[in-house]
């Protein structure tokens, strides 16, 4: 798990640069360059417990990237470019890194997706599973139905029940309190809201979800409210698709059943 930022600057920055492809040695010379401002080798290697020997090639390896310049003088002085620049030049080569990992995906994506993915799946984590959701979203071409506990409404998942709606789905969402019904339907105008199946707060359920009748998702919080999003024992889901889906078919007849009785 990734060290908090502010009570350990100096670990969340190393951790974060190694992830960017950087050794740990250079990840540990930029970072303490960054606090010296410039320094040489010996400086650097009383800060940042890089042999001296080793601070030559993490610095040779961050010139190469762009992250340090060099003064020719005697002993040679280094200089880390601001923390500003380098999350600016990391964001540039994350965004080419993604662009170029979609391409070759969707160059390898077969020419006919098959319609339907038979079978029941499931997705662990909440970001994973958000973004499962979020991808049912986009797909919606008539109905969403979703019923949520409150802390798992972001505002991510607002923004693409909106859109949806945007494109003329209609939007029923159950499971939240009387104040985000109000700031949903100041969002969403048509949303229909309607009551929740059980007491959220006396259950461990975390999602259920119906698009246009032919996908369903269902989640529960397996680690109570205290676990972090990005474990990924936060949440567990289990997902299907097709008419003939077993999950489906019965999250159907569920949800059928409640929308008729409300109406």
């Known amino acids: 798990m990734s060290s908090n930022p502010i009570e350990d600057p100096q670990t969340a920055a190393i951790e974060q640069l190694e992830r960017f492809g950087l050794s740990a040695y250079a990840a540990r010379t930029f970072v303490a360059l960054a606090s010296l401002g410039t320094g040489t080798a010996r400086d650097v290697s009383q800060v940042s ?3 001296r020997t080793r601070v030559y090639d993490a610095i040779e390896e961050l010139h190469e990237r762009g992250l340090v310049d060099i003064e020719q003088s ?6 880390a470019i601001s923390a500003e620049t380098a999350s600016r030049t990391f964001e540039h080569d994350l965004q080419h890194r993604t662009e170029i990992l979609r391409t070759a995906l969707g160059e390898l994506e077969p ?4 319609a339907e993915q038979r079978g029941v799946w499931t997705v662990d984590g909440q970001a994973p599973v958000t973004e ?7 797909s919606a ?8 506990v409150e802390e798992l ?4 998942l607002i923004e693409g029940l909106g859109e949806a709606a945007d494109r003329g789905v209609s939007i029923k969402l159950g499971g939240v309190s009387t104040e985000v019904q109000e700031r949903i339907q100041d969002e ?5 809201m309607f009551e929740s199946l059980w007491v959220w707060s006396d259950t461990s359920a975390g999602r259920l979800m119906l698009v246009d009748g032919q996908k369903t998702l269902v989640s529960a919080l397996v680690n109570g409210t205290d676990a972090s999003p990005s474990d990924p024992r936060s949440e ?8 003939t889906n077993s999950l489906v078919v019965v999250l159907r007849a569920i949800f059928t059943w409640r929308l008729d009785s409300v109406e």
Do not use: C, H, N
């Open 236 to 243: 567990t889901a289990i997902w299907g698709e097709g008419d």
């Open 111 to 114: 020419v006919e997706r098959r």
């Open 141 to 148: 071409e008539e109905e969403i139905v979703y019923m949520t």
């Open 153 to 156: 409404l972001t505002e991510d």
């Open 132 to 138: 499962r959701v979020l991808d049912f979203f986009v």
């Open 74 to 79: 005697s002993p040679k002085q280094f200089w």
């Open 49 to 51: 417990a890089v042999p």
């Open 188 to 192: 969403i105008p048509g949303a229909t």
